[in-house]
T-cell receptor, first 114, second 111 residues
Framework: NAGVTQTPKFRILKIGQSMTLQCTQDMNHNYMYWYRQDPGMGLKLIYYSVGAGITDKGEVPNGYNVSRSTTEDFPLRLELAAPSQTSVYFC?????????????FGPGTRLTVL | DQQVKQNSPSLSVQEGRISILNCDYTNSMFDYFLWYKKYPAEGPTFLISISSIKDKNEDGRFTVFLNKSAKHLSLHIVPSQPGDSAVYFCAGQTGANNLFFGTGTRLTVIP
């Protein structure tokens, strides 16, 4: 049981390039999330999904896209990378019916846009 | 608009003493509050939670207190251990199950 896995661990992009951050969970969780954490800041929600085929915007969705074709996978797409997207990105998942939303996080992807 | 605030970026405590981490919030609609712990180069891990209808929840060395009238919660760690050194995030949960995180407090427990 690997939990939530993310690839790659690190990436450097040039301005205007695109990339996909991968996220997979093996806990059969319906809910999945993408966050970004800027230096000295808390985590901010980019997008989330309540199940396969359903996605919705979080606090900071601009510049990103997501898809959820399976329960396990929730990739995050950056189409035109900008320096403002330099951050650490965390994927998380949680069960549908828990009283408190205990989210399980992956180890993160550190992205630098130059 | 920061709905959850942790005004102390860092805290140092001697091993064996009590650590108190504070958190303030502005959104009265939060129905749960959660504390997460984060080590470097890892994702956050869940530590303890409290329902908005409770004022205290305890789990071993960790206790969370909620003061709704002051919109304030705190995490107490007793006794503090060197392995507790990490960044602690407070988060408020809305009915939509989304979490709003504070900026974190870096706890250092000195042996």
């Amino acid at each position: 049981n690997a939990g939530v896995t993310q690839t790659p661990k690190f990436r450097i992009l040039k301005i205007g390039q695109s990339m996909t951050l991968q996220c997979t969970q093996d806990m059969n969780h319906n809910y999945m999330y993408w966050y970004r954490q800027d230096p000295g800041m808390g985590l901010k929600l980019i997008y989330y999904s309540v199940g396969a085929g359903i996605t919705d915007k979080g606090e900071v969705p601009n510049g990103y896209n997501v898809s959820r074709s399976t329960t396990e996978d929730f990739p995050l797409r950056l189409e035109l990378a900008a320096p403002s997207q330099t951050s650490v990105y965390f994927c998380a998942s949680s069960q549908t019916r828990s009283l408190h939303n205990e989210q399980f996080f992956g180890p993160g992807t550190r992205l630098t846009v130059l | 608009d920061q709905q959850v605030k942790q005004n102390s970026p860092s805290l140092s405590v001697q091993e064996g003493r009590i650590s108190i981490l504070n958190c303030d919030y502005t959104n009265s609609m939060f129905d749960y509050f959660l504390w997460y712990k984060k080590y470097p180069a890892e994702g956050p891990t869940f530590l303890i939670s409290i329902s908005s209808i409770k004022d205290k929840n305890e789990d071993g060395r960790f206790t969370v207190f909620l003061n709704k009238s002051a919109k304030h919660l705190s995490l107490h760690i007793v006794p503090s251990q060197p392995g507790d050194s990490a960044v602690y995030f407070c988060a408020g949960q809305t009915g939509a199950n989304n979490l709003f995180f504070g900026t974190g407090t870096r706890l250092t427990v000195i042996p």
